[in-house]
Structure formats: structure tokens, C-alpha cells
């Protein structure tokens, strides 16, 4: 059974920092390519940033200008959002997914991914 479960989400003023972990089980980690994605009330999902299965190449959304870092490790089946110099307009739920990397798709397309994590909020204060 596959989970993946993000954790690191909280409240934080605007200006602060947060790292968001997904935790994966139950896949070959290091065949996925793995995004975060947002969903703010109200609003889509949207796309933050993808990493790839192998060589580590990262994609970002344009919002994101240089904001976000997005990591993985594969040792701890791990991927990592560092999110810095955060926003009001940053407050969403952060969801992680898996990128099956023998299937066709696009890192920026929700709908390609292959599993979902339950999501973990972050709030940012004005």
C-alpha cells in the first residue's frame, strides 16, 4: 500500500519559513518523480514544484521565484518544500505526489500524478 505523508505545515508570519517532508512507502521511491502542489479555499490545485527521479532536475511554478527549494532524499524516501520569504497568498493546503516515470504525463498536470498525500496546511499571517 502506498502512503505518502507530509508533515511541517503550521502557522508562520509573513517573511517566515517553513520545510514541508513527505514521508513515501509502499513504492520504489527512487522510480517516482515527486511535486508539491497547493490548493488555497476556495481555488484549483495548482502546481509548486516537481523533482525528477533521476538526476535531480527541478521545475518550479512561476510564483515561486527562487521562494522555494524543493529536495529529495532518496536514502530516507523523502522529498523536502523549503519555503522561505512566505506570503498571505502562500496560505494553502500543500499536497506531495508521486510521478510514475515509466508513465507519460507532465510534471505540471495534477491529474498525472499517481498517488496523493492527505495534505498539510500552512497558514500565513499578515
Known amino acids: 500500500q502506498v502512503q505518502l505523508v507530509e508533515s511541517g505545515g503550521g502557522l508562520v508570519q509573513a517573511g517566515g519559513s517553513l520545510r514541508l517532508s513527505c514521508a513515501a512507502s509502499?513504492?520504489?521511491?527512487?522510480?517516482?518523480?515527486m511535486g508539491w502542489f497547493r490548493q488555497a479555499l476556495g481555488k484549483e490545485r495548482e502546481f509548486v514544484a516537481a523533482?525528477?527521479?533521476?538526476?535531480?532536475?527541478?521545475f518550479y511554478a512561476d510564483f515561486v521565484k527562487g521562494r522555494f527549494t524543493i529536495s529529495r532524499d532518496t536514502a530516507k524516501n523523502t522529498v523536502y518544500l523549503q519555503v522561505n520569504s512566505l506570503k498571505p497568498e502562500d496560505t494553502a493546503v500543500y499536497y506531495c505526489?508521486?510521478?510514475?516515470?515509466?508513465?507519460?504525463?507532465?510534471?505540471?498536470?495534477?491529474?498525472?500524478?499517481?498517488?496523493w498525500g492527505q495534505g498539510t496546511q500552512v497558514t500565513v499571517s499578515s
Open positions: 505526489a508521486a510521478f510514475d516515470s515509466k508513465r507519460s504525463g507532465s510534471y505540471y498536470v495534477a491529474h498525472d500524478y499517481a498517488y
Open positions: 509502499g513504492l520504489t521511491f527512487s522510480s517516482y518523480s
Open positions: 523533482i525528477s527521479y533521476i538526476g535531480g532536475r527541478t
